[in-house]
């Protein structure tokens, strides 16, 4: 015997109701599809974005309680945008930066130190200006990327600054507990970061990865925030790196 299901028992709770959830790097791309996520998932979203034309149109499609813009590596700004934040919120996500390509002999040491750094720097400042306003439980989620884990010509410095994030990862998520600390590691994403990388191969990139990964088409921004609001939501994970790049380290 079965019995018949109503539409109420079809509904559940949004993941993220009451919580709220600050994104460094929220007005394009991932960041952007995340926090569009985290709204319909019931939470107040806080954006920051170094355009403050484009920052201002994303903060008024999805109501996001406040927004700042500023360049997130400017030291300065960045601890005066959190010692404004009013307390408590629960999730930080940082998507700001970029990958260095080019040949490791032609970069200049201030280059070199940056490319291998930079992430660790702006992720460890974020941490420390964070800490004091965040909620036990909550998430600093970081994104890093998976193809510098193969040594290539043309890569560059990308594969040290890729080793480096998740020991990172893993070790300021025990300093920082009770607040956890994860790491997504994304392959090409659709996104206006990979159009501006690749220019007028765009179009060729896509046509590969449609035809090459397992999972038939391309990733998008919208992949990587189903998996950060799960990241968020899911208060057993913590010190982990997350892959996803539709399978791409594995037929690259």
Do not use: C, W
């Not at 999730?91 to 992430?119: C, F, K, N, W």
């Not at 040594?151 to 990172?168: K, Q």
């Not at 090409?188 to 501006?196: R, Y």
């Not at 057993?236 to 037929?251: E, K, N, R, S």
Request: glycine letters at 12%.
């Amino acid at each position: 015997m079965t019995s018949a299901t109503t539409p109420a028992s079809l509904q559940r709770e949004p993941e993220l109701a009451g919580q709220t959830v600050v994104v460094i790097g929220g007005s394009a791309g991932i960041g952007l599809e995340t926090a569009r996520r985290a709204r319909a998932e019931g939470a107040d979203v806080v954006l920051t974005g170094r355009n403050p034309d484009r920052l201002e149109q994303a903060a008024l499609e999805l109501g996001a309680q406040r927004s700042a813009a500023f360049d997130a590596n400017d030291a300065v700004s960045l601890e005066r945008f959190f010692q404004d934040l009013p307390a408590p919120v629960d999730h930080v996500m940082v998507t700001a930066g970029g990958p260095h390509y080019g040949p490791l002999l032609e970069m200049d040491s201030a280059q070199v130190r940056e490319a291998i750094s930079g992430h660790v720097v702006l992720a460890l400042e974020v941490a420390r200006h964070a800490a004091g306003k965040m909620r036990p439980g909550g998430t600093l989620l970081l994104v890093g990327g998976t193809a510098g884990r193969r040594v290539g010509r043309g890569l560059g410095i990308v594969s040290a600054a890729t080793a480096a994030l998740p020991p990172f990862t893993a070790a300021l998520a025990l300093e920082l507990a009770p607040v956890r600390v994860n790491l997504i590691a994304a392959g090409f994403v659709d996104t206006p970061l990979s159009a501006s990388l690749l220019g007028d191969r765009l179009d060729e990139r896509r046509n590969e990865l449609r035809a090459t990964l397992p999972i038939g088409r391309v990733v998008g921004p919208a992949d990587v925030a189903a998996l950060a609001i799960h990241i968020m939501s899911n208060t057993a994970l913590t010190g982990a790196t997350y892959d996803i790049d539709g399978g791409q380290q594995f037929v690259s």
